[in-house]
């Protein structure tokens, strides 16, 4: 499977994926997610997310 919004850059996180090269995990999203949080809350709180980038974590996973 090919991400678009995920990649994985040994100088960035030390290599875990991330969206779209920025300094957030994936396993970040997941982890909201898991304690109830909903896209809506998640891109509130984080605004240089965008609905694809969990759409794509979301798929990863």
Sequence with gaps: MK????TV???VCSGKPCIR???FPVS???GLLSVGE???SIL???PYLEPQDI???L???
């Design 21 to 23: 090269g920025l300094r």
């Design 38 to 40: 909903t896209k809506e």
């Design 9 to 11: 850059d040994p100088e």
């Design 44 to 46: 509130k709180a984080y």
């Design 59 to 61: 798929a990863y996973a």
């Design 55 to 57: 759409d794509e974590a």
């Design 3 to 6: 991400f678009n919004r995920i």
């Design 28 to 30: 970040r999203i997941l």
